[in-house]
């Protein structure tokens, strides 16, 4: 079974420019979770949507990012424009099913420098 | 609000001798618990959970975990440590009684250095 796909899996931009990231998650699988990882910290979660509604913004900075999940299967990320301090990994997870109790299978990442 | 700590920024152990990794956890309610491992520039692999029942759970390659109520601990242990099992850990934690912005925290990771 493939596990979840992440493009691409590194980035360098300059500051202010656009910058997009794509998940493929799990097949079958209906959760799908963005977070991002800081150095040295663990992964925050940024994004999770049920199919394909949000159910859980709260901690999207929505005056640069954006996300989006059509058809409820592959997921993009965006940022417009970059900042410095959004250096950082970007992780996808998808999970089987919305309960709390279920685990969460996460791709490789995205690493973004800005310069 | 639910947190997770992990004292220790790093744990030191000779191969084939016992590991322990410390997690404790803050929740209103019922905790779920998680451990994950992450190797150098891969994501994180779920390795065990606690969801209800027995305290001690196991999980993948040979790890386990003692869930302590009154201590409110999650302690990850091995009991005969590998070289390879060198990487970054990461306990998690969430909130039993779920709802849309019920989220996994995660600890800010422990790493862990086998020598051999």
Known sequence: ?115 | AQSVAQPEDQVNVAEGNPLTVKCTYSVSGNPYLFWYVQYPNRGLQFLLKYITGDNLVKGSYGFEAEFNKSQTSFHLKKPSALVSDSALYFCAVRDARGGATNKLIFGTGTLLAVQP
């Open chain 1, 1 to 115: 079974e493939a596990g979840v796909v992440q493009s691409p899996r590194y980035k360098i931009i300059e500051k202010k420019q656009p910058v997009a990231f794509w998940c493929n998650p799990i097949s079958g699988h209906n959760t799908l979770y963005w977070y991002l990882q800081n150095l040295g910290q663990g992964p925050e979660l940024l994004i999770r949507y049920e199919n394909e509604e949000a159910v859980d913004d709260s901690q999207l900075p929505k005056d640069r990012f954006s996300a989006e999940r059509l058809k409820g299967v592959d997921s993009t990320l965006k940022i417009q424009p970059a900042e410095l301090g959004d250096s950082a990994v970007y992780l996808c997870a998808s999970s089987l099913g919305q309960g709390a109790r279920n685990e969460q299978f996460f791709g490789p990442g995205t690493r973004l420098t800005v310069l």
